[in-house]
């Protein structure tokens, strides 16, 4: 699979907002973009602020597809968080918090994904809470 096939998909949830909701869905205006990408958590948008003052990132697409697989006779699917494609390969980002990386879902879902996605020449990339310090400036220079 080539990620020009994907450049221009559309997230493959639909993101909706609710009174009382656990976590904080929005949308960020990305220079990248020169539009808006959405987000699901403040981990997400943490992440998604990251690759916008990224050089590197030329285009972002949020829950590009839907993964699915057979492992160990069930079924799986898995939606990543972000594509961010640079001058190189692109960039398979799932967001989860450092806390739940132990859990065993966490890890043999993102164990196959990330045995697909590098079978393709992609990069996979897991990403936590970023340093605060960093995280602090880039808000900053967002705002």
Not at 2 to 24: M, T, Y
Not at 31 to 42: F, I, K, L, M
Not at 132 to 141: Q, W
């Amino acid at each position: 699979m080539s990620g020009d096939l994907v450049a221009d998909a559309l997230p493959w949830r639909r993101f909706r907002w609710r009174n009382g909701q656990q976590h904080f869905s929005g949308t960020y205006w990305a220079t990248t973009e020169a539009g808006h990408v959405v987000y699901e958590s403040r981990l997400e948008l943490a992440r998604l602020l990251m690759a916008d003052f990224d050089r590197s990132v030329t285009h972002i697409v949020a829950q590009p597809f839907l993964l699915e697989t057979v492992v160990a006779g069930k079924v799986r699917r898995h939606v990543p968080d972000y594509l961010l494609f640079t001058g190189e390969a692109p960039i398979l980002v799932d967001v989860k918090p450092r806390a739940r990386l132990a859990k065993p879902i966490v890890v043999t879902t993102f164990a196959w994904t990330r045995e697909l996605v590098e079978g393709l020449g992609w990069r996979y990339e897991i990403a936590s809470e970023p340093d605060p310090v960093l995280l602090d400036n880039i808000r900053f220079l967002a705002g």
